[in-house]
């Protein structure tokens, strides 16, 4: 593949499936530098996976299953070698958007947030309607494992929000 | 809320991205990385120069002064001498290269690539030259009557230099692509 051909879809994919990489950042990574270091990892993972991208599934599903699995790899080495926290001023790739977030957005980040790296994938994929099939493929897990995944982190979402409702946090 | 409606919430983001690429921020980062891209440059890039040009002037003056025949001793000072003058001129042209690119974020972005370029390109040099040299040397010591284990001993010196410049040769590559992925980035944000 020619760099300038790799260099075309990668442009192409950011601005068509920014979205894609932005979820899994907020859903993996806490802090702002975190953002920016996840962002940062997994679009380089991005670039070198496009020259083994066969069009055998579609582009969202190639970018979620690099994004997910980058994610989850960083969080597990975050995990054992923890980056430790600055005070200087760090200026931010990343920068909030001006339209603050929805407050039901933002707790539902936090619920997702509070789940384990396997769960926070599936329920990233569950909410943008991936079949089990491509769940199942893109995680390296069973179907009927994907089912009973769902199943319990939908009872859990439904029940939380109900008493954050009730409760009116 | 039930599902379909965390579904709904979850589904606005889709019109409204959750950040922005911070211009400035992304620009200093493109400085910050054209800097260590230069220092990284220059400094090896003297260091073989320098290096190549005393190792091919010492060998030289040894052979002549002792009146040693070795023919690959020879060849080896002409090797590293020839070494030094091709990554002088080189460096020459580098320089005069450097004041075509403006200070916009794009010229800064594209220095900082045309360095790194030219960072991997040296370290190739720099890995494939070992080749020569190795050879040379071994052949130096054989025709010299060395024991084996000399040899031999040299012989792993120079499989462990390849192995390190091999490792070096692929960090210079990932930093050239870390820096085309901004400029995807920057493009994509225009």
């Known amino acids: ?169 | 809320m039930e599902f379909d409606e965390l579904k709904q919430v979850w589904d606005s983001q889709n019109n409204e991205l959750l950040w922005a690429i911070n211009e400035q921020a992304l620009h200093n980062r493109i400085l910050s990385k054209k800097k260590q891209a230069h220092h990284i440059t220059n400094t090896s890039e003297l260091l073989l120069i320098i290096v190549n040009m005393g190792a091919g002037y010492f060998v030289l003056q040894m052979n002549l002064s002792s009146h040693s025949g070795n023919i690959f001793m020879y060849l080896l000072a002409a090797w590293m001498l020839g070494i030094a003058w091709y990554l002088l001129f080189s460096r020459i042209r580098r320089l005069k290269k450097d004041k075509q690119f403006d200070r916009s974020m794009h010229g800064d972005l594209n220095y900082a690539i045309s360095v790194a370029t030219y960072q991997v390109r040296l370290s190739l040099l720099g890995r494939w030259s070992i080749l020569p040299i190795g050879l040379f040397t071994l052949l130096g010591l054989w025709e010299s009557g060395k024991s084996a284990w000399i040899i031999v001993v040299i012989l792993m010196f120079f499989a462990l230099t390849t192995y390190a410049s091999r490792w070096e040769h692929g960090i210079y590559k990932r930093k050239k692509r870390e820096l085309e992925i901004l400029k995807g980035k920057l493009e994509k944000e225009e």
């Open chain 1, 1 to 169: 593949m020619r760099e300038t051909e790799r260099q075309h879809i990668f442009e192409n994919w950011l601005a068509q499936y920014m979205v894609i990489i932005f979820k899994v950042v907020r859903a993996y990574a806490f802090t702002t530098a975190d953002h920016d270091d996840l962002f940062q990892e997994i679009t380089i993972q991005v670039w070198h996976s496009i020259p083994n991208f066969r069009q055998e599934s579609s582009a969202t599903t190639w970018l979620y299953r690099i994004s997910l699995n980058t994610a989850i790899k960083w969080l597990r080495k975050e995990r054992k070698h923890p980056q430790p926290e600055t005070l200087d001023k760090v200026e931010h790739v990343l920068q909030e958007s001006r339209m603050p977030m929805d407050e039901r957005l933002a707790w539902l980040y936090e619920e997702i947030y509070k789940l384990d790296e396997i769960d926070r994938s599936v329920t990233l994929l569950m909410l943008d309607n991936f079949s089990y099939k491509e769940m199942a493929n893109i995680l390296g897990i069973s179907e009927s494992n994907v089912g009973v995944k769902i199943n319990r982190i939908k009872k859990q979402l439904i029940s939380k929000s109900k008493k954050k409702d009730h409760y009116g946090i």
